[in-house]
């Protein structure tokens, strides 16, 4: 883990962030941050196994079962190991304390607008045993695994298998970032169901967004003004950004619909994770 630290102090030097965007550095520091799945596997309650298939059985599906919570996830090796890195062992939406009474409460009503293969969501239900959760997930190998663990989770969610975004329509998707797919502005790639996010978010007391760009539309819809009582986590990217950089226009966005922003996480891929609310 040392390495990784390294590369992230690395990062924050003039002129290092620029060089390290380049494609060819990119791959390679991304070779490095590979070593993420080790502590990963150590998450689950067989560890050994979770690395022996990282190595031997990459791109094949296995199911394993979390330590805290007994939560059972299926993953496919050599991809989704980030999930469960990002999630559970660093916590990645782990609510900061000024913000935790806020969730604290019965039944919580959880949107998981990008759910995956369902990390985030088994996540909550480890924090919030009765919490009512409504996921959204486009894409069908992610939507497949997401659904092996929904039907042996301790309270089933809701699971809706489209992309999220501001109107019933039909919408274009491509593989390419990370285990997800992202938007596109043509017709190129998969043709996709997408729901309106606001026939979802009014009834919502906490919401995560990573949907690889998607959210920009959401931000910018003139109907998150209308929005209360709302705790927000979201992952914001540089793909679709309407400005540069895309930290600056995700919190402008939110302060123009009257939400207090904070709790920003940077890193310097070009994106990073922001906390927003409104009472």
């Known amino acids: 883990m040392g390495a990784m630290n390294t590369i992230r102090r690395l990062g924050s030097?003039?002129?290092?962030?620029?060089?390290?965007?380049?494609?060819?550095?990119?791959?390679?520091?991304?070779?490095?941050?590979?070593?993420?799945?080790?502590?990963?596997?150590?998450e689950t309650t067989t560890p050994r196994a979770f690395l022996r298939r990282?190595?031997?059985?990459?791109?094949?599906?296995?199911?394993?079962?979390?330590?805290?919570?007994?939560?059972?996830?299926?993953?496919?090796?050599?991809?989704?190991?980030?999930?469960?890195?990002?999630?559970?062992?660093?916590?990645?939406?782990?609510?900061?304390?000024?913000?935790?009474?806020?969730?604290?409460?019965?039944a919580l009503r959880v949107l998981d607008i990008g759910a995956n293969i369902g990390v985030f969501s088994a996540w909550i239900l480890q924090k919030w045993p009765d919490a009512q959760i409504t996921a959204f997930e486009p894409e069908p190998e992610n939507a497949d695994l997401y659904r092996r663990w929904a039907a042996?989770?301790?309270?089933?969610?809701?699971?809706?298998?489209?992309?999220?975004?501001?109107?019933?329509?039909?919408?274009?998707?491509?593989?390419?970032?990370?285990s997800g797919s992202f938007l596109t502005a043509d017709e190129q790639g998969s043709a996709v169901r997408g729901v309106d996010a606001f026939d979802y978010l009014p009834d919502a007391d906490f919401v995560k967004i990573d949907i690889e760009g998607g959210e920009w539309a959401i931000l910018g819809d003139p109907r998150m003004r209308d929005l209360r009582e709302l705790t927000l986590v979201m992952e914001y990217h540089r793909h679709m950004s309407p400005s540069q950089p895309p930290r600056d226009a995700a919190e402008r966005l939110l302060r123009d619909a009257g939400f207090t922003t904070g709790f920003v996480t940077q890193n310097y891929w070009g994106h990073g994770t922001l906390w927003a609310w409104k009472d």
């Open 54 to 106: 990282e190595y031997l059985d990459r791109g094949n599906v296995a199911a394993y079962t979390l330590k805290d919570g007994g939560s059972r996830l299926w993953l496919q090796h050599g991809r989704d190991f980030e999930a469960l890195y990002e999630l559970i062992h660093r916590g990645e939406y782990e609510p900061p304390e000024p913000l935790r009474a806020r969730l604290d409460r019965p």
């Open 152 to 178: 042996s989770a301790p309270q089933s969610p809701a699971f809706v298998e489209a992309a999220v975004v501001t109107s019933e329509s039909t919408v274009h998707m491509r593989e390419g970032l990370g």
């Open 13 to 42: 030097l003039p002129g290092v962030r620029k060089v390290a965007l380049h494609p060819p550095v990119r791959k390679a520091l991304a070779t490095t941050l590979m070593l993420r799945y080790i502590p990963a596997a150590w």
